[in-house]
């Protein structure tokens, strides 16, 4: 990665040699477009996204208590359509390690 000007929002950020734009200007227009395929009814449900979004409007759900941090299906009612939906919860966990002595103070 090297310090570069994204051309989208005009930052001085790492932008990965392959990419064109930021990561945070990728992230952004991957969402407005996923949003507007659920709108236009290209896209009726998502897999494996960071966010939860209504299937029937596409409005981000923010979670919170069992939704957002307990493993299972849950229903929810989106807050902007009204409509009832599903969410799939899937819990992952990732490890750091360091060697003792390396990284702390003893």
Known sequence: MEL????TCGRIKYIATREAECFDCREKRYENELKQSIRDGKTTSTVFET????????EIYEADGEVAHEEGT????????????TVETSVRYFYD???KGEGDNG
Do not use: D, L, W
Request: glycine share 8%; hydrophobic share 20%.
């Open 74 to 85: 849950h229903v929810v009612e989106c807050m902007r359509c009204g409509k009832e939906f």
């Open 97 to 99: 390690t360091t060697r």
């Open 4 to 7: 570069n000007k994204c051309p």
């Open 51 to 58: 966010q939860i979004y209504c299937p029937y409007c596409g």
